[in-house]
């Protein structure tokens, strides 16, 4: 895994010292993205800079090194991520007469644009990328994502110089750049918890999405174009679903997994697994084992509190698939250690509090492999998510329940706290109580006054903050997905249709965006083999009750883990990859929450209502409401501000 960035100065208004200045400093904020080595590429007559920093996973060697050239010298290109199907096309290329100095997969890219065209190439590609390719001879700028977004890449156009990079902080190494915040980004934000692409929290400033190319040719304005649809995906496998019994299509996806997982553990460095005890990194480890020669090594990450720590179910599949595991057990002391590195890490406002253990997990891996295979993406292909099943059978309770019995309802939920109803929700049996009950119970009371419409009301399940223009003055909330009637007709089923908006929004945004910074923070190689467009497309092929059926998500994944692993180790409630956080603010952490929702801090710029904000935290430490969530959102927020913006 790498960093890349670098900028194409159209106007030619820098010379080749003054490029070769500007991509070193951009090149150097992203150093532990790759700690190995390091270079920059100057085209000075075309205004074209590239720079890469390395961490050397296949081919150790300096025929790995980037920025790369291909061997016709038409093509340069700055590369971060992993093709796992290199090792196929390279024999096509070479039948086409290209000669390979080494066997790096950056080398079958560059060689492949030259034989092939880049987006003929790209779309050949089984992997995780970000990458920018530069063709000398049409003068041509072209940046390209995957197909889920697994990698990132932020670029801006700025009186025509074209800055881009694997983080924002590469591209505000320009000194001359007054960034400025963007209202409707940091409203989007205060209610996802995320910032979505292709907004960034600065204006004028832009995520590249994921399955595009942005191409930028002299004298024509940049554009953005995709090369793989997931709509398409979708389209086609409702169209061609699967005739086959449930086992038979079990036999299928095990058969893609294992060749998933396989291409996956192709490394010329050590290499491990996550490990929480889940259907889904169970399921990606326990095709580890089964082939690998030695043991694998997987780790975890738990915390003492009731109703967090998954490190025991972990540790109970690593014994039974004869893993090497260790554990760590996260303390509110090691949390407040991580949380001042937190906007250095995320460059934007990002309120998944799983950034914290997510990184904690991504540092001890680090002290023992280069590489880790990771379970995420599941929940959104196999339509894992609790809130998928519940969503459809409350969606259909509060279609039929008239406005005003609904808002007794909620009323009536809000009169108990969090903690009451957590203490009721002991009294069901084990197997049918949801992690965190009380939590979940003044979340639904939320919903139930919501607007009546399937999509606006999943929109509500994933909210933060219910209102975010209240919040953010003078904001103005961008549209999305879960106000496209497109999406609506294209993926009528509730459940699938949830599980579309999430691939393309939550899951490269939040999740893959968290994965990503926090491995990269620590130079640890991320791979997460159920995001293989091919098991993306496969899912899609898949009938609603194959994925969630019967109450239960994710059933024919779970019949693949099966043959693995015993049902009675896996098959659990749905924790999550969470953080106690609401106890921690009311202790641990009052103090550092104290001090950035201060009214004066607060009202220092204007941004926030400081008097909403402070009545939260006043509920929120009486025991009244549960507003972690949201309260986080805020501190986040805080955090970075003061970091890049004071």
Request: proline fraction near 6%; charged fraction near 25%; hydrophobic fraction near 45%.
């Amino acid at each position: 895994m790498c960093g890349i960035a670098g900028l194409w100065d159209r106007p030619l208004t820098s010379d080749t010292e003054a490029l070769r200045a500007e991509v070193t400093a951009m090149t150097n904020t992203l150093a532990y993205r790759g700690p190995d080595a390091g270079d920059i590429w100057i085209d000075g007559h075309s205004g074209v800079a590239f720079g890469h920093r390395r961490l050397s996973i296949v081919d150790l060697s300096a025929a790995g090194a980037q920025p790369m050239i291909s061997s016709c010298g038409r093509f340069v290109i700055t590369y971060n991520g992993e093709i796992y199907n290199a090792a196929e096309l390279r024999p096509q290329l070479e039948a086409r007469g290209r000669k390979f100095r080494g066997h790096s997969d950056t080398e079958v890219i560059v060689e492949g644009a030259a034989v092939w065209g880049v987006v003929p190439t790209i779309k050949r590609l089984i992997g995780m990328f970000a990458m920018a390719l530069w063709d000398r001879q049409t003068q041509t700028l072209y940046i390209v994502r995957d197909r889920l977004g697994i990698k990132p890449v932020y670029w801006c156009d700025v009186a025509g110089r074209l800055r881009f990079g694997s983080e924002l902080k590469a591209l505000r190494a320009d000194k001359a750049w007054a960034p400025e915040l963007d209202r409707s980004a940091l409203t989007a934000y205060m209610r996802f918890g995320y910032i979505p692409a292709p907004l960034t929290i600065y204006r004028g400033v832009k995520k590249l999405p994921p399955a595009s190319v942005l191409t930028v040719r002299a004298g024509m304005p940049p554009t953005v174009e995709a090369y793989w649809s997931l709509e398409e995906a979708a389209r086609d496998g409702q169209r061609g679903r699967f005739a086959e019994d449930e086992a038979a299509v079990g036999d299928a996806l095990e058969e893609l997994l294992r060749d998933a997982v396989k291409r996956r553990m192709v490394a010329d460095v050590p290499l491990g697994a996550f490990l929480s005890g889940g259907v889904d990194s169970s399921t990606v480890v326990a095709l580890m084992q089964a082939q690998s020669a030695r043991p694998v090594r997987t780790f975890s990450i738990g915390f003492r509190e009731d109703g967090y720590d998954e490190a025991a179910n972990a540790a109970a599949v690593a014994e039974h698939l004869g893993t090497e595991h260790t554990a760590l057990y996260a303390s509110p002391q090691l949390a407040l250690e991580v949380i001042p590195q937190l906007p250095d890490m995320f460059d934007e406002p990002f309120a998944d509090s799983s950034q914290i253990p997510t990184y904690l997990v991504s540092r001890l891996t680090r002290g023992h492999v280069t590489v880790a295979l990771s379970g995420d993406g599941g929940d959104e292909i196999f339509g894992g998510y609790t809130r998928y099943l519940r969503g459809e059978t409350l969606w259909r309770a509060i279609e039929a329940t008239p406005q005003p019995l609904r808002n007794f309802a909620a009323s009536t939920v809000r009169t108990l706290s969090p903690t009451a109803w957590s203490a009721l929700g002991n009294l069901l049996p084990a197997q049918r109580r949801p992690a965190q009950f009380g939590d979940k119970m003044h979340k639904l009371a939320d919903v139930l006054g919501g607007e009546p419409e399937a999509s606006a009301f999943y929109r509500q399940v994933v909210s933060l903050w219910l209102k975010p223009e209240a919040l953010v003055r003078d904001g103005v909330e961008p549209g999305g997905l879960h106000q496209d009637i497109e999406a609506r007709a294209l993926v009528p089923d509730f459940i699938e249709r949830m599980q579309y908006i999430d691939t393309l929004t939550y899951l490269p945004d939040d999740i893959l965006t968290k994965v990503d910074r926090a491995s990269m923070a620590v130079s640890l190689e991320a791979r997460v083999p159920l995001l293989d467009h091919r098991v993306v497309e496969f899912s899609w092929s898949l009938p609603t009750t194959m994925k969630a059926g019967g109450g239960l998500g994710k059933r024919v994944l779970r019949r693949v883990l099966h043959r693995y692993v015993p049902q009675a180790l896996v098959d659990r409630p749905k924790m999550g990859f969470t953080m106690p956080i609401r106890s921690w603010l009311g202790n641990e952490l009052r103090d550092w929450a104290e001090a950035l929702l201060d009214p004066r801090r607060l009202a220092s710029d204007g941004l926030l209502d400081v008097a909403l904000v402070r009545e939260k935290w006043h509920e929120h430490l009486a025991g009244r409401r549960d507003w972690q969530r949201q309260l986080w959102a805020v501190l986040m927020f805080q955090a970075w501000k003061e970091r890049w913006l004071a």
